[in-house]
């Protein structure tokens, strides 16, 4: 891979990264519930939590629909008015 699509790689994951940790703490910010609860709704351990709200986790995309689960999925992402080449493959 070169340089410049590994470095590209590198900043797209870590923005990934950066907005799970503020989704997931914006949610527990609004909804007014701790760590323990968060963990607990999720379904996912301490541990894990722990990791991604301090970004230093590789997010399955099994995750991600977790937190998508509980907090909501974006409706960018699921407009079925887009076009074909945009269209969500998540079926509501």
């Given at each position: 891979m070169p340089e410049s699509?590994?470095?590209k790689e590198d900043q797209y994951f870590q923005?990934?990264?950066?907005?799970?940790?503020n989704?997931?703490?914006e949610y527990m910010e609004e909804n007014q519930i701790?760590?323990?609860?968060?963990?607990r709704r999720l379904g996912t351990s301490a541990e894990q939590l722990s990791k991604v709200l301090k970004k230093k986790s590789n997010l399955s995309?099994?995750?991600?629909?977790?937190?998508?689960?509980?907090?909501?999925?974006?409706?960018?992402?699921?407009?079925?008015?887009?076009?074909?080449?945009?269209?969500?493959i998540v079926n509501d």
């Open positions: 699509s590994k470095k923005s990934l990264k950066d907005h799970f940790a989704l997931i703490g701790g760590f323990n609860e968060m963990y995309i099994k995750f991600i629909a977790k937190i998508y689960a509980l907090i909501g999925f974006p409706e960018c992402l699921s407009d079925k008015k887009s076009n074909s080449r945009n269209k969500s």
